[in-house]
T-cell receptor
Framework: AQSVTQPDIHITVSEGASLELRCNYSYGATPYLFWYVQSPGQGLQLLLK??????LVQGIKGFEAEFKRSQSSFNLRKPSVHWSDAAEYFC??????????FGTGTSLTVIP | NAGVTQTPKFQVLKTGQSMTLQCAQD?????MSWYRQDPGMGLRLIHYSVGAGITDQGEVPNGYNVSRSTTEDFPLRLLSAAPSQTSVYFC??????????????FGPGTRLTVT
């Protein structure tokens, strides 16, 4: 079965610093991959998605992610973090049909 | 469009009580699903539906029932609440049941506490 792993439970960065959140997937073929963000007390919002083609994907709020087949990774990046980026981030992959498998999440704290 | 709406936002139940969490979407999406979110475990799929009249079990279905009589509504029923069902519940919808390429739209969540 398809799955994703987020190795980092919690990350702290300073405002203005760069950010990289890790996501590793387990999938036989080229997967569809998603990153979602959950602000405190809110539902999840799609940041970006990868289907095929260009391995560098741009999303909302200045985020991007790069699909690397050789490393089975789909890491999320942002060049300069803002205080409003403090949230929980989830990597996800479709399982069978339209079922989604979510990673356990990475909580981001931004220090002023 | 209101998107995906969930009621109530908060609920406290006693062990053994039953209740229904409501979910509705106004985007005419075929696919709807329920997840529960617990600390350190991410989101786990409880039940899902690929269209009116069709439901199926997800990863953690025990203790929950669903039905899908209309495209818009997908209620989640707790038959006999247990403390292990204390969680945050999210409903989500997606426009196409047959393709995994479509994103899911999430409701704001229901925070349930069972004492």
């Amino acid at each position: 079965a398809q799955s994703v792993t987020q190795p980092d439970i919690h990350i702290t960065v300073s405002e203005g610093a760069s950010l990289e959140l890790r996501c590793n997937y387990s999938y036989g073929a080229t997967p569809y991959l998603f990153w979602y963000v959950q602000s405190p007390g809110q539902g999840l919002q799609l940041l970006l998605k990868y289907f095929s083609g260009d391995t560098l994907v741009q999303g909302i709020k200045g985020f991007e992610a790069e699909f690397k087949r050789s490393q089975s990774s789909f890491n999320l990046r942002k060049p300069s973090v803002h205080w409003s980026d403090a949230a929980e981030y989830f990597c996800a992959v479709p399982n069978t049909g339209n079922q989604f498998y979510f990673g356990t999440g990475t909580s981001l704290t931004v220090i002023p | 469009n209101a998107g995906v709406t969930q009621t109530p936002k908060f609920q406290v139940l006693k062990t053994g009580q039953s209740m229904t969490l409501q979910c509705a979407q106004d985007m005419n999406h075929e696919y709807m699903s329920w997840y529960r979110q617990d600390p350190g475990m991410g989101l786990r799929l409880i039940h899902y539906s690929v269209g009116a009249g069709i439901t199926d079990q997800g990863e953690v279905p025990n203790g929950y029932n669903v039905s899908r009589s209309t495209t818009e509504d997908f209620p989640l029923r707790l038959l006999s609440a247990a403390p292990s069902q204390t969680s945050v519940y999210f409903c989500a919808s997606s426009p196409n049941r047959g393709r995994p390429s479509y994103e899911q739209y999430f409701g704001p969540g229901t925070r349930l506490t069972v004492t």
